[in-house]
DNA sequence: TAGATTGTTAATCGATTAACAATC
DNA sequence: TAGATTGTTAATCGATTAACAATC
């Protein structure tokens, strides 16, 4: 992890997807590989794997390869999925209950340790390791727990409201699902958007411009 | 919608952008705006939005700018919003059970008609506006309905039959929350991924490196 | 007509790919 | 040593931005 500066944001997106194939390799033991032959395994070029994994270090060793093992491991590190950033969930309705069920933070360097809503009848369900609170109580939780991302599953209008508490709150990183957006409001965040109509958008103009 | 043809994928995925964009501006019975004023709203540069505009027709007019009700309607047009591709939910989990419910799909394109599930405990629920069934069923429901597009909530270990078979039945369009890779089995087939994981952990990236 | 703003061409910038010398 | 494969520089390609003539 020696001179991870001025990546771009193109590379960066990338690192996950190296991961995840490294992860998998990693699994079936395979102990090295090469730019070539990852390239093709991941529908790639090879210039673009050496090019991509030397922005952060040499991890490869001439005439050799990479070794499967190490490569995953320094690209975990560079990810931080090392990390327990704490993290809590804004919203506990179908999107927000799916996530806190499904997702496994532990290994994306995130815990979860809160989750909140403002709707009474879901104050107090569990749902995944968390119990939904009282969005009232945001700010005591954040101050006893130093929370520092949160994952926003309301919608857009109620976004800006509870945004701006948190980011009174020392919070600075977001996952977020709504259209709200954060960055024109706070430019130092950093945020992370889902945006899974435009994903479904965007599927219907590939089917409806097949041919074109 | 006159020459759209060989349009990049970057283009392409701008385009539900300028649609939410001009869809707010003409709920708030805004009649015309300049590329330079929409620009600054969507905090892009006014050249871009004219050359992606222009990709698919003048729409704009000189030294008047574009009519947003009528650029509105035409990029509806463009993306194909007025479809109603018959669509199909594989897997009714935490996961497929919030799109079930909280997917606008008739405003993007899709007309979900139904869902399926392996899980004999999920098979008879209701979720949305849809009834799950026994994912057996698959062959006779799709030959019945002419399916289009299938929607993908199933971990990837179970991706690859259940593709399969939906293949088979004529299915070419994917959105696909596995990771799964669809295209590199069926070339031909339409994909959108969703990976939840892949974005959270950019976000653990850019939060770990923050100040690099 | 004068002012505004597009459509479009040309210039710039950044990302990807190719090539190859360095080296294990 | 010979063969393989990296790290890195140079060439290419594509996307973004700037400029401006066309025109409403």
Chains 1, 2 share one sequence.
Not at 54 to 70: K, R, W
Not at 136 to 148: I, K, P, Q
Request: glycine share 8%.
């Amino acid at each position: 992890m020696s001179k991870n500066e001025g990546i771009s944001m193109s590379v960066i997106r990338r690192l996950p997807r190296y991961y995840r194939f490294l992860s998998e390799l990693d699994e079936q033991h395979v102990e090295r590989i090469s730019s070539n032959k990852l390239a093709q395994i991941m529908n790639v070029t090879a210039s673009q794997v050496r090019q991509d994994l030397n922005c952060f270090g040499g991890f490869g060793q001439q005439g050799y390869g990479y070794s499967v093992s190490a490569l995953r491991q320094e690209i975990q590190n560079i990810l931080g999925l090392h990390s327990h950033y704490p993290a809590v969930l804004i919203g506990a309705g179908h999107f927000g209950t799916a996530l806190a069920n499904h997702v496994d933070f532990q290994r994306l360097g995130f815990t979860l340790i809160g989750g909140f809503d403002t709707d009474a009848s879901k104050i107090g369900m569990t749902i995944g390791t968390i119990v939904v609170q009282d969005e009232a109580d945001l700010e005591s939780f954040c101050r006893a727990h130093r929370v520092e991302a949160a994952f926003l599953c309301i919608p857009k209008q109620n976004v800006e409201s509870t945004l701006n508490r948190l980011y009174a709150l020392g919070v600075r990183s977001y996952w977020n699902f709504s259209h709200y957006d954060i960055t024109a409001k706070y430019a130092d965040a950093v945020v992370e958007n889902v945006h899974l109509s435009d994903s479904l958008m965007t599927l219907c103009y590939r089917m409806t411009n097949r041919h074109a």
